[in-house]
């Protein structure tokens, strides 16, 4: 036994944050020095959010503080709606690509859902209240862990963000969620399926959506190009039909589940929103005409920098033909990016975390905002913007009268200083405090730091 491997789960027990035992009713005022609301082009000063219970009762400058409230005065800090991720893969960790790939075939699902434990609780404590978790794909495995930790965090039994999951990714057979491409013909037993995610045709498609569906997923996660991190196919190549599309799509929004397509390429990215999907996830080689269908269209873009960031930080740990793939993705993203900020595209914030390790997300401001994106809007693209793709903006998103009570701080100025949302130091979810000071220790480390490497990631 590695001894050290207990350490971690030590200082998990004994460095438990502040949790919040606040009755129901109680009231708490939240003070700092700037409000941003989710929606405005402008900070606000001496920002006050009232809460009570897990709702917000009233939030603005300056605004009355019921005498019986709790006072937590945050100083020289920024409030801000907690921040949303549309583009995670919690129960993944793929940041050791081909250790990943050999543990994958070795660990039970659940032990790989207890290791994943301390993502979820430092993706919440980086003040990401929100997830939308888009893919969780276990080897040669039916069990669905993000529809069970989803539900583990909604009845408190785990700390972490609220999650919106789409269990299994849907593509096609040698395609980029095609699990024994890469590996020898007929290693692993039968052809994976639709219980497995592949399907091939219109009427394969639709049963894959009904069964995303029918075992628990929120939004259908789609791969209709191919990808980095699978050693078979091209990076840009179309991988369903425009008829595989359209079933797709149509299945997904009778049954009210909106469409998140993988997508680097352009053709399968201007077939895809032609068939009416509701983002695009990544989007590398999208030319401006397909970026100004997407704006005339209303589709979100998801552009997931940090991904291509932290893969070609450390190259040399892919194989080759992934090395060249990441590579043509970096190269082509930031002009994309460039273009559908000029065009006016639909920016939701998104990051593919599990490609570097988890609790990084907001890296990801930063990049935005280096490709020209103002700190404001790259603010708004993981509050307002990401409630609207998620389709929660009755509950979520803002700082406003009657929102669910998802309130962080950060230190300074964040439109002054985006990293600033890199040092979140004050997190409240749906009224309870997770955290109010210094991260917890054990929540830095990874899953694979925790003794689990993982693959399925779906860059
Ligand atoms: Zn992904």
């Not at 960031?309 to 002009?335: D, F």
Request: overall charge negative.
């Amino acid at each position: 036994m590695n001894f050290t491997r207990l350490i971690p789960l030590f200082a998990i027990t004994l460095a438990l944050p502040v949790e919040s035992t606040i009755a129901a009713d109680q009231t708490i005022a939240l003070k700092a020095a700037r409000l941003f609301d989710g929606k405005s082009r402008a900070l606000i000063q001496n920002g006050v959010v009232v809460v009570q219970g897990d709702k917000i009762v009233d939030a603005g400058a300056n605004v009355a503080i019921p005498p019986d409230a709790q006072v937590i005065d945050l100083g020289d800090a920024t409030l801000s709606p907690g921040l949303m991720d549309a583009h995670t893969h919690i129960t993944l960790d793929y940041t050791n690509y081909q250790a990943t790939r050999l543990r994958e075939m070795q660990i039970s699902t659940s032990a790989k859902a207890y290791s994943v434990i301390p993502a979820a609780r430092a993706t919440v404590e980086a003040g990401f209240t929100t997830v939308r978790d888009v893919g969780a794909r276990t080897y040669r495995s039916h069990d669905c862990i993000d529809v069970s930790l989803r539900d583990a965090i909604a009845k408190g039994i785990v700390v972490g963000p609220r999650m919106f999951v789409a269990n299994y990714g849907i593509g096609a057979t040698g395609g980029h969620f095609d699990e024994a491409a890469g590996f020898r013909d007929g290693l692993f037993g039968p052809e994976p399926d639709v219980a497995d995610g592949i399907a091939d045709g219109p009427d394969a498609v639709r049963k894959a959506v009904r069964f995303e569906v029918r075992n628990g997923a929120d939004v259908i996660k789609a791969a209709v190009s191919g990808g980095v991190l699978s050693l078979t196919d091209e990076v840009d190549t179309p991988q369903f039909t425009p008829a595989e599309m359209a079933a797709l799509v149509d299945e997904s929004h009778r049954l009210r589940k909106k469409v998140a397509v993988h997508c680097h390429g352009d053709q399968a990215g201007r077939e895809a929103i032609e068939a009416g999907v509701d983002s695009i996830e990544h989007g590398s080689f999208l030319k401006p005409e397909t970026l100004t269908l997407m704006k005339n269209k209303g589709t979100f873009l998801t552009p997931t920098l940090m991904a291509a960031e932290y893969i070609k930080g450390k190259l040399e740990g892919y194989p080759p033909a992934l090395q060249a793939k990441a590579l043509a993705a970096y190269n082509a993203r930031s002009e994309m990016f460039r273009n559908a900020l000029k065009i006016g595209v639909k920016i939701s914030f998104g990051t593919d975390a599990a490609v570097f390790p988890h609790g990084q997300n907001a890296k990801e401001f930063r990049l935005m905002t280096d490709l020209g994106m103002a700190p404001i809007d790259a603010l708004k693209s993981a509050t307002a913007n990401d409630a609207e793709l998620l389709g929660v903006t009755q509950k979520l998103g803002t700082l406003e009268k009657g929102k669910l009570a998802d309130v962080i701080a950060m230190p300074g100025d964040p439109v002054q200083d985006i990293t600033a949302t890199e040092r979140v130091s004050f997190v409240m979810k749906e009224g309870k405090i997770i955290r109010n000071g210094p991260a917890t220790p054990a929540s830095a480390k990874t899953a694979a730091q925790n003794g689990m490497d993982e693959m399925g990631a779906d860059f």
